[in-house]
């Protein structure tokens, strides 16, 4: 199929093209910023989510369309409730208007298990706002969708906004990981590739119309993945945990507030959360000291020494 993925610049969507790249669809890229992580054969358009008539133009001819653009930062929305409104939710209803005018087959939805809770403020609010429209457009112009809510997402090609990326970031800078919260705080993590991986499953015609909830196949407590990051890096990383008052995140589970019920959906066989973090630490140690390389498997500098 001919499909366009809005956000495929960044984290979560590039790694969606990929897998859909290698499932054997076309698949083109729209996003304000030229993608880094282009495949050979993937076309890249740069375009704006609030310009509706360049959306129109883009939208017609594709068959689906996976919708990650937008803001994915809890902190930001948090932060800047109007732009949260414009990007997430006015963003997302120019795209579901192009789609409907183009007759797309289906409009997949990068949404969160955050729907589920009272916890996340603004970006709960616009995931929620942007499922209820995606809901009525099916309802009233026969538009079909899938709704996957993304759970704790991990893996390469993360950023500071991604919290095991500045867990793993902290301790291989500065020897200490800094973490606000009582560290008994649980999240099923799911690597990313995991998470790709199923968003092209759904294509299948028994998800049409469905609210799938990703996730991964291990809980796990914060100061549990603390210790894991000290041990796998060593023994020198000082772990600090600082007491938090904030409520944007959930402490056990997202569940709370009721939308529309989804279906639960993990990887299998899947990622394991050590080899997981692994590819994190590479890519990561890496980008921090430049003079080093990926040698069979290895990290060694340009002499070849550890």
């Known amino acids: 199929m001919n499909i366009l993925v809005t956000g495929g610049s960044g984290f979560l969507g590039s790694h969606v093209a990929d897998a859909l790249t290698e499932a054997g669809h076309e698949v083109s890229i729209f996003d304000v910023r030229p993608s880094p992580y282009l495949s050979e054969g993937q076309n890249m358009i740069i375009g704006d989510i609030l310009d509706q008539s360049a959306l129109e133009r883009t939208v017609d001819g594709f068959d689906v369309v996976y919708h990650f653009a937008g803001i994915a930062d809890i902190d930001e929305c948090t932060c800047k409730p109007v732009d949260a ?74 950023d500071e906004r991604n919290s095991i990326f500045r867990l793993i970031q902290q301790a291989l800078k500065d020897n200490k990981v800094v973490y606000r919260g009582t560290g008994d705080e649980l999240r099923e993590f799911i690597h990313v590739r995991d998470a790709a991986e199923i968003s092209v499953n759904i294509l299948e015609t028994e998800y049409e119309n469905q609210c799938i909830t990703l996730t991964g196949n291990e809980k796990m407590r914060y100061h549990d993945l603390l210790e894991m990051i000290r041990e796998m890096i060593g023994s020198h990383v000082a772990i600090e945990i600082l007491p938090s008052n904030r409520k ?34 590479a890519e990561l140690y890496e980008k921090i000291h430049q003079e080093k390389m990926e040698e069979g498997g290895l990290l060694v500098d340009r002499a070849g020494q550890l």
């Open 85 to 158: 409104v414009k990007y997430n939710i006015l963003g997302t209803v120019n795209l579901l208007e192009a789609s409907r005018l183009a007759n797309i087959k289906r409009f997949v939805f990068g949404s969160s298990a955050y729907v589920y809770s009272d916890s996340g403020y603004f970006y709960r609010s616009s995931k929620q706002a942007c499922e209820s429209f995606i809901e009525n457009y099916s309802a009233l112009f026969g538009l079909k969708y899938t709704c996957l809510r993304y759970g704790s997402l991990y893996g390469t090609r993360a």
């Open 248 to 281: 944007a995140h959930y402490k056990i589970t997202p569940y709370n507030f009721s939308p529309k019920l989804g279906r639960k959906m993990v990887n299998n066989p899947h990622i394991d959360m050590g080899q997981g973090l692994l590819q994190c630490m």
